[in-house]
């Protein structure tokens, strides 16, 4: 079984920055590819960031793009989001999820992806 944790979320004002972590454990993150999910209130969960299973190929939102990067480590078995320039609109509990890696594909849509963290909170303050 496979299981992702979440760490890193927290109240930044406009303009910081926050790096958030998803430990990976139950299976090799080599194994998977990657993605990062938000939901804000009373909106569904969208897509923000994915990268393939060695960390090689990257994609984003476009809401997203020049300011927040995701990378992963597998020898860390951990993957990474770093966020700057935080935006108010960027509130919301920030999700990652793994799918199982039979190539060197990354994942932007939630059926895609087979396992989820629990989320952390991230509030940017105007």
């Known amino acids: 079984q496979v299981q992702l944790v979440e760490s890193g979320g927290g109240l930044v004002q406009a303009g910081g920055s926050l790096r958030l972590s998803c430990a990976v454990s139950g299976r090799p993150l080599s194994s998977y590819a990657m993605g990062w999910f938000r939901q804000a209130p009373g909106k569904e969960r969208e897509f923000v960031a994915a990268c393939n299973w060695s960390g090689g190929s990257t994609y984003y939102a476009d809401f997203v793009k020049g300011r927040f990067t995701i990378s992963k480590d597998n020898a860390k078995n951990t993957v990474y989001l770093q966020m700057n320039s935080l935006k108010p609109e960027d509130t919301a509990v920030y999700f990652c999820?793994?799918?199982?890696?039979?190539?060197?594909?990354?994942?932007?849509?939630?059926?895609?992806?087979?396992?989820w963290g629990q989320g952390t909170q991230v509030t940017a303050s105007s």
């Open positions: 999820a793994a799918a199982r890696a039979y190539s060197s594909r990354l994942y932007s849509r939630e059926y895609e992806y087979e396992y």
